[in-house]
């Protein structure tokens, strides 16, 4: 809906990776150099880890867009809340190798090594990259470990990226994940956006489909989309196509921190009830004062979904009419 009323190509905030949007910060510039370092050692294991919506997909989406296809065969397992077995069977599929039901671990990993040397036969290195890797256990773990000290002609059969959130970094650290931790060529943590790349986060989706300035941002509106974020690239990217729905809904052509404010209120009503820590209620004038503040809230939401709806129905009427 907003992508048409501001004339854009596109949806510049969409949540599921997109190499089109990808936007080389500080920090996704530094991981990006640990990716390619780690890779070119062609061997042993890469970490990368950070926030939820941090961007660590997005990255490896990056870097195997840029990978040359015909020297790489790369597998990539999101689902790690899984024992032992079941993910190396899952390595395997994803490899290719066909599994019969009921082939011991042996047949399994001489099924693998045959799929690397032929691999390794056409010119290509097999990578493998597992998503959530924090919740793996450390049997799975070394059922990884097992994988990457197969060799085929004195070459590692094998790399692996291991992507996770921050608490794997302590995981890692400990003295029972020392057999793995040696292995770790390259190995980085993403931080979140600073308030500047914030900015030119936003202008470079939405310039990616073919924004001139419709809406314009207020200064303080970019401010205000980084202090309800964090920095943090899907948060932004909720807040922000929100935030253009309004605009388009309510028909303007500016985007003020008031705007955005706002919507992330309704954001946090909608999708964060009951998450926030609960704090103790005000008394006397303060609970008077903070029973008016509420309710002068909901009625400015009252009055922005009347609004809404009224909008939604004319566009409704609008494409039916058109439509006829």
Not at 148 to 166: E, K, M
Not at 264 to 275: F, H, T, V, Y
Not at 291 to 308: G, K, N, S, W
Not at 310 to 317: A, F, G, M, S
Request: negative net charge.
């Amino acid at each position: 809906m907003f992508d048409t009323f501001y004339k854009l190509s596109g949806l510049p905030f969409l949540l599921t990776p997109d190499t089109r949007f990808f936007f080389g910060s500080s920090g996704h510039s530094r991981a990006m150099s640990h990716l390619v370092y780690g890779l070119s050692q062609q061997e042993g294991f890469i970490v990368i880890t950070g926030e939820v919506g941090a961007g660590k997909t997005t990255l490896t989406e990056q870097i195997w867009a840029q990978l040359d296809r015909r020297t790489y065969v790369i597998a990539r397992v999101v689902t790690t809340q899984v024992s032992a077995d079941d993910l190396l069977r899952l390595v395997m599929v994803n490899f290719g190798v066909t599994e019969t039901p009921g082939t011991d671990k042996a047949t399994l990993l001489r099924q693998f090594e045959h799929m690397v040397r032929a691999q390794r036969q056409q010119g290509r290195r097999c990578l493998l990259v597992i998503d959530e890797v924090q919740n793996l256990s450390l049997a799975a773990m070394e059922e990884l470990r097992m994988l990457s000290n197969i060799t085929v002609d004195g070459r590692a059969s094998v790399q692996t990226i291991l992507l996770g959130q921050p608490q794997f970094r302590p995981i890692l650290a400990s003295q029972d994940w020392e057999q793995l931790r040696q292995r770790v060529l390259a190995s980085f943590h993403l931080g979140p956006l600073i308030e500047p790349e914030t900015r030119a986060y936003i202008e470079h989706r939405l310039r990616t489909v073919g924004w001139r300035d419709d809406p314009a941002w207020d200064d303080d509106a970019f401010v205000a989309v980084h202090r309800h974020t964090g920095g943090i690239p899907r948060r932004i990217n909720t807040l922000c196509s929100r935030v253009l729905l309004l605009g388009a809904l309510e028909e303007t052509h500016r985007i003020t921190a008031d705007m955005v404010d706002g919507t992330s209120e309704e954001l946090d009503r909608d999708l964060g009830a009951g998450l926030a820590p609960a704090t103790p209620a005000p008394a006397g004038e303060d609970a008077h004062n903070d029973l008016l503040r509420r309710i002068e809230a909901l009625e400015r939401q009252a009055v922005r979904q009347e609004t809404v709806t009224r909008r939604v129905i004319d566009l409704l009427e609008t494409q039916v009419t058109g439509q006829a």
